[in-house]
């Protein structure tokens, strides 16, 4: 069984060799588009205009499958039964699944010791809203891309516009729903000569353009809750 804390470190220490590997983490969000249900939560949407062609690339990087890649999957504590849906439907090993809340709730707290301190070792690529505050981070950025609203669609040309540059040696941080997804699958598979990690909300409290703020990052009731993995 895998313990929620326990689990930051297994990656934090995977980051910590500096060896090329990917992580992308699918949550209630990622699993509505994946069952194609419609959804606009101010970051990103799904409707009857969404072309098929972006849903089966979700599906795709969630299935995706490489020694140096790494899912996150919604935990039964927050998910209830689509917690096993979404383990069963991933056909990933276990050994390369995790929580997809590994960085947030009550592992926020290590993630600001550990991940979010070891960024500016780093010449970092980052994906995020167009309207983000780099200027507030912690830590510097080699290269902005600005994305929009539903960047999964509407910016999903920047995939191929980052593989052709064959950059090595980065990391690159996708705070960009379900966009990080297909951003961490495909280019891991194009290029494995950097670091992609999908960190989500983690850098809202910086960034300053969420579409909606987050109970964790504010000190409220999940900034304590430590989420389980028994029973998927």
Known sequence: MKVFDQEIHRIFNLFKKGAPFSFSKYADGEWAIMNNYYLNNNEFEISSKTPDFFRQKLIESFRFKDSDYYVGISCP????????????????????????????NSNYSIYKDTFLKEYGKYDIH??????????????????????????????????????????????????????GNLLAHQLHKSNKNNIYLDIGSTLNPWLQSEGFKRDYYMNGYFSERKCIWNKI
């Open 77 to 104: 504590c927050c998910q209830g039964n689509e917690a096993h849906k979404m383990n069963v439907f991933s056909e990933q090993n276990e050994e390369h699944l995790t929580f997809a809340n590994i960085f947030v």
């Open 126 to 179: 980052l994906v995020a809203n167009k309207n983000s505050k780099i200027e507030n981070l912690p830590f510097k950025i080699e290269k902005f891309y600005p994305i929009s609203f539903s960047a999964w669609v509407n910016n999903y040309d920047l995939i191929e516009n980052i593989k052709q540059q064959n950059l090595s040696n980065k990391l690159f941080l996708f705070c960009a729903g379900p966009f």
